[in-house]
């Protein structure tokens, strides 16, 4: 079997990968479509420590498993698997139990590969009326809709988004649909014209003050010096939320000034995933448009090039074709 594989931070194509074999409560499944994430870029550019096939955000179709009513369906899927029965699964944060396996991440290969299995439990159909080149991004726009639940918000609320990577794009709209005013702030005119497509508030970064007025500012920059700007822009008792991959911030700089937290006490959160149901249903009936952000498709046996364009900064989201 045709996988991608990374080793020692090295990416490579394995062709002679192991074919998987679905046990019990578990599906085994071939992908149509991957999505490069940044903790895939993460495991063979940065810090990862993950050996394993990679891949965790995926569509694809159900060709086995020991319940019937799964085979041939087309699905996405949870990357974190927890044991049901632990403490944390049990009190409904699987997604944070530290035993969790993830998909391409940790002590389980993902799904950029021929095939792969994953737990029945962690799957969710995806409507025929959503094709792949959009259910792709459940995952992703799950995450998104989670930053926006994480808070509670009253009146109408003044939002900042900072950051105008696929995160920041997709929390912008779903801000957006709620009560609230929001802008969204990033240094990249293209992707601010996709904002002014979708009627969402947007300025340059360094166009805009400090002036301690937003109730709730969302970084989704990974740049430790936007929590500073983050702190300067939010108002007293305000909302930061952190919304980003936790994967180590390789450019982390010393000297941040936090008083800011203390004398404006100010709550900071961090979101991080979602529920993939809650993702599928905001394309559904959410009205979140999805076109524009694929900037970059690739075919199965082009993964390495794939790997080194979501590196680019220029890119969106960039996508693997799977056979």
Request: with cysteine; charged share 25%.
């Amino acid at each position: 079997m045709l996988a991608a594989r990374v080793v020692k931070s090295e990416a490579f194509l394995d062709r002679s990968a192991a074919e998987p074999v679905a046990d019990a409560g578990q599906a085994l499944i071939r992908p149509t479509r991957v999505l490069i994430g940044r903790a895939d870029v993460s495991a063979c550019f940065g810090e990862g420590g993950y050996e394993g096939i990679m891949g965790y955000q995926f569509v694809g179709v159900v060709e086995q498993s020991a319940d019937p009513a799964w085979v041939g369906a087309r699905v996405v899927g949870n990357p974190n698997i927890a044991d049901p029965s632990s403490e944390l699964a049990r009190r409904g944060l699987a997604n944070h139990d530290p035993q969790r396996a993830i998909l391409g991440l940790r002590n389980r290969d993902g799904c950029w590969a021929e095939r792969f299995v994953l737990e029945t439990r962690n799957l969710t159909r995806v409507p025929d009326e959503i094709d792949d080149d959009r259910a792709v991004f459940a995952s992703s726009l799950a995450a998104a809709v989670h930053a926006s639940q994480i808070v509670h918000m009253e009146g109408k609320p003044f939002i900042t988004v900072l950051g105008e990577g696929l995160s920041g794009l997709l929390c912008g709209q779903v801000m957006t649909k709620l009560n609230a005013s929001v802008r969204l702030l990033g240094t990249n005119a293209q992707r601010l014209e996709l904002c002014a497509k979708w009627g969402i508030k947007h300025r340059h970064l360094d166009e805009v003050g400090r002036r301690q007025d937003q109730d709730v500012v969302i970084d989704t920059t990974m740049d430790p010096k936007s929590l500073e700007i983050a702190m300067k822009m939010v108002r007293p008792r305000g909302t930061i939320v952190l919304k980003a991959d936790p994967i180590p911030m390789l450019n982390a700089i010393e000297g941040i000034d936090y008083s800011p937290i203390i004398a404006n006490e100010l709550q900071v959160f961090g979101a991080r995933c979602g529920h993939i149901a809650e993702g599928l249903n905001a394309m559904s009936t959410g009205g979140i448009d999805l076109s524009g952000l694929i900037t970059k498709r690739f075919k199965f046996e082009d993964t390495i090039n794939a790997l080194r364009t979501a590196q680019d900064e220029e890119q969106i989201a960039v996508i693997v074709d799977m056979p």
